[in-house]
């Protein structure tokens, strides 16, 4: 996807691609003319015309990305024998189609943000659902570039994976009666937890609690040497 590269080279961007690609024409002069290899501008513009029209243009940019992604998934689902032949006969690159239509399946339009770059949808594009939220909601919420996404997503997941190395796997098991089980599972659910998260919360709970009190004892040893001597006896 190499080929959308430039899309951030201006900060207005991510403002410009909230607006509608409609607004084209009402960027500048009449006297702008798009065609298939230029952009035909009149001498003299205005600088802040000149910023007009470069918002328009990044906006159509990114938003033919969606276009070509949802155009793509129409055709395979619509003419699944002939839509790969058809691709072929145009100029498309079917490789960028298929990146394209891979990122528009994992954002139904409804949750695409008009607001961040197709790019910034691509970083999060293989995360769960509601790991793209998150990510989405601090980059619009913070302006952050795709680059700066992609970086905080990076350090993230390390993060993660460190946590991952760190952890030790252990296994518990437990026989108990039915009735016990159920007291339990009804007690984890009033907290809104999973009976293992529960019963995980209860024994850190009891763990710290034992260790307190055998703090407070040793503090009282040193203190007052007779006291856990007498108590012994």
């Known amino acids: 996807m190499g080929d959308v590269k430039t899309r951030e080279r201006f900060g207005i961007f991510r403002q410009a691609a909230a607006r509608p690609v409609a607004e084209w024409r009402e960027a500048a002069t009449d006297q702008v003319a798009a065609r298939r290899t230029a952009l035909e501008m009149p001498a003299g513009i205005s600088m802040a015309d000149w910023r007009k029209i470069g918002d328009r243009l990044f906006a159509a940019a990114d938003s033919s990305a969606w276009w070509l992604g949802d155009w793509l998934i129409y055709g395979q689902s619509a003419y699944p024998d002939r839509y790969r032949r058809a691709v072929e006969e145009t100029d498309l690159d079917y490789q960028t189609l298929r990146n394209y239509a891979w990122v528009a399946r994992r954002f139904a339009p409804a949750r695409r943000r008009p607001a961040l770059s197709f790019q910034h949808h691509a970083e999060l594009a293989s995360l769960?659902?509601?790991e793209q939220n998150y990510w989405m909601d601090r980059a619009e919420r913070l302006n952050w570039s795709r680059n700066f996404l992609r970086a905080r997503v990076k350090a993230a997941r390390e993060a993660d994976e460190q946590g991952d190395r760190n952890a030790i796997s252990m296994r518990i098991q437990v026989n108990v009666s039915r009735d016990r089980r159920q007291?339990?599972?009804t007690a984890?659910?009033?907290?809104?937890?999973d009976l293992p998260g529960?019963?995980?919360?209860?024994?850190?709970?009891?763990?710290a609690a034992v260790l307190e009190e055998g703090a407070s004892e040793h503090a009282v040893a040193r203190r007052e040497p007779g006291v856990l001597a007498a108590r012994a006896g």
């Open 183 to 185: 007291r339990w599972a």
């Open 128 to 130: 769960p659902e509601q």
């Open 188 to 193: 984890a659910a009033g907290m809104e937890q």
């Open 198 to 207: 529960w019963a995980m919360s209860i024994l850190d709970r009891a763990a």
